[in-house]
């Protein structure tokens, strides 16, 4: 039911029940937060949000408060100014002066409040924090001395991802946020999701970056040096450039890195379409052979991690097939380095990706061959905007250069990778192929959900049916398939997981924003540009079925096992 309250002399109606944030935002009364997140129960950390309500003694924190009938409120009121105001000084009486210097200088939350609450001088002198900055992870990197202790990445790290790698500890004006035993993130069960780094307000959390080494490697002047971009990180570039999903932006990234010194641009697209056609072939070798069921999407590291850490019972339901990322490593590390005669440890390799737990994933041991990585350096979506800055390259004005063979082309499927439920059906279409005489007339994938609102779907192919689901968030997808096999399905034969909420869209290497619509937007960029694919399928791809012919084998064959098949294992972690 609605009702009206009056803020600042204006009535605004209100839906009984929901918090006095709430109300405000959709009426257009911008009240500050800090520790406050959507979909998230509030914790009064911050008290940013507070409110002068008519009849209270004290200010109210409007995001723990629910309207109230005949409620009178004052959102900017000289005593919620002043009180706010303090708030911020307090925050900066011990962060550090370093703004200048700061990679989130110009999107830092911090920075916002003091430029919007007017503060011009440091009026409180705090005690700085001693911990020291924590570079030990493959990906994330964690500097407590600018933690304004909002708890939002420990709510993230422990209500969405389940992982609680990082918490509170100690009391009062010693709380701190830290990894398990003060030790260091590289230690601790942190699946290197990245979902912290993308709710932090400050710099406190980063990516761990590889810039540097890419910058020595074009330096250098003795290297190959080869990028290769994944379809949802050109889809990125679309939405934060303003260029228009139906202009090639591979295209448009290829002249840019070109004019950074690469020598070739690939399509991650291709080795998606081999990652495709690898797991629908594994899933039909499960089912033939009554293996494991339901077969997990392993091209998500950080779920993948997050099955060997805490789900290590579950490994033998991860298809054994190396990530995009991987497969194509391997590829420039082999047969590419082959084709064009290069010594493969003079080849340097660069991934564009959505995602930092693909720096962890590069710097796996079985992604490695006679001590060469398949992958060198892992840039994500943020990095790259970073590297292209420091060469003055203005994106929009490039006319668009033909990425470079032999792996320019890919199929749709690829772009169906980038947000979740995506590579579901284009694993369902494969498998459909297959028992359809390689035909995918009558095909259909339509959305539906189970009893418990996740969402599943089944195809029919002859007289036999597959139960596809896909989930995405690590607690969702826990939760999900504890079901599943409390319950003794047999009728789910496939799930895709990615780590992040949303997929790839939403992945822990996107640009940092507030603004929840952007993973929806990336996802219907990417199925934009899946209508303008190269191929409908994977398995039209010609160029990745040379390669299998090139070895005389089929997607899933052992003959190909060494490029585009890897193993995962049990992972002791401090918890
Ligand atoms: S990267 Fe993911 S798992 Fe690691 S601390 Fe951050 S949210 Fe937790
Ligand atoms: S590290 Fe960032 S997100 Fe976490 S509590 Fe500190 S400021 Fe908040
Ligand atoms: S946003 Fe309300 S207390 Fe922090």
New binding site residues.
């Given amino acids: 039911m609605d009702f009206k309250i009056e803020v600042n002399n204006n009535l605004i109606s209100v839906h009984e029940g929901e918090t006095l944030?709430s109300a405000l935002w959709r009426n257009g009364f911008k009240v500050p937060?800090?520790?406050?997140m959507n979909h998230f129960s509030?914790t009064?950390?911050?008290?940013?949000?507070a409110v002068e309500v008519e009849g209270k003694r004290d200010l109210i924190?409007?995001?723990?408060y629910p309207v109230e009938k005949n409620m009178k409120v004052k959102t900017n009121s000289p005593r919620v100014i002043k009180a706010r105001k303090a708030l911020v000084e307090l925050l900066l009486s011990n962060h550090p002066d370093d703004c200048l210097y700061c990679q989130r200088n110009g999107n830092c939350e911090l920075q916002w409040l003091a430029e919007e609450m007017n503060v011009k001088e440091r009026k409180f002198f705090g005690e700085k924090n001693p911990d020291y900055p924590d570079h030990s992870s493959t990906s994330v990197f964690r500097d407590p001395g600018k933690c304004v202790l909002c708890s939002r990445c420990v709510r993230m790290c422990e209500e969405v991802q389940k992982v609680t790698a990082i918490d509170f500890i100690s009391r009062a004006n010693q709380t701190k946020v830290n990894s398990a035993f003060h030790k260091g993130l590289n230690v601790s069960s942190c699946i290197n999701c990245g979902q912290c780094i993308m709710v932090c307000p400050t710099a406190a959390l980063l990516d761990i970056s590889h810039i540097e080494k890419v910058q020595a490697a074009l330096d250098s002047g003795k290297k190959e040096v080869l990028f290769f971009i994944s379809p949802s990180t050109a889809a990125s570039v679309a939405e934060q450039v303003g260029i228009k999903s139906q202009q090639d932006i591979a295209g448009i990234i290829n002249a840019a890195l070109k004019k950074c010194g690469a020598d070739k641009v690939f399509n991650l697209g291709f080795a998606c379409d081999i990652n495709v056609l690898e797991e629908s072939a594994i899933l039909n070798d499960h089912m033939a052979k009554n293996l494991a069921m339901p077969l997990l999407s392993s091209c998500c590291p950080a779920w993948v991690q997050y099955v060997e850490e805490f789900r290590p019972e579950w490994l033998p339901f991860l298809a054994p097939s190396k990530s995009p990322q991987q497969i194509m490593g391997t590829l420039l590390k082999t047969h590419y380095s082959e084709k064009q005669k290069l010594n493969p440890a003079g080849v340097f390799s660069v991934a564009v990706m959505p995602c930092v737990g693909k720096k962890f994933e590069a710097s796996r041991e079985e992604m490695t061959r006679q001590g060469i990585s398949g992958v060198d350096a892992v840039l994500t979506v943020r990095e790259l905007f970073r590297f292209l800055r420091t060469f003055g390259i203005d994106l929009k004005s490039l006319a668009p250069l033909q990425v470079d063979e032999p792996f320019e082309k890919a199929s749709a499927a690829a772009w169906k990778m980038g947000y979740s439920g995506g590579k579901a059906e284009a694993v369902a279409l494969e498998l459909y192929k297959m028992n359809n005489k390689g035909s995918q007339d009558g095909f259909k994938f339509s959305v539906s959900k189970n009893l418990a609102g996740k969402k599943e779907t089944k195809i029919k192919s002859g007289k036999q049916q597959f139960g596809f689901a896909w989930t995405s968030g690590i607690e969702e997808a826990d939760s999900y398939l504890q079901q599943i096999i409390e319950d003794n399905r047999t009728d789910i034969h496939y799930v895709e997981v990615m780590g992040c909420p949303g997929g790839c869209a939403g992945g822990g290497g996107q640009p940092i924003s507030r603004n929840p619509e952007k993973p929806k937007n990336r996802k219907r960029l990417c199925q934009e540009m899946e209508k303008n694919a190269h191929f409908l399928s994977a398995g039209e791809n010609l160029a990745v079925m040379d390669l299998y012919m090139g070895k005389d084998a089929a997607p899933g064959s052992e003959k190909t096992g060494e490029w585009y098949h890897t193993h995962f294992r049990k992972r002791e972690v401090l918890k």
Wanted: aromatic content about 0%.
């Fill in positions: 944030l937060t800090l520790c406050h509030p009064g950390a911050c008290r940013l949000c924190t409007s995001c723990s």
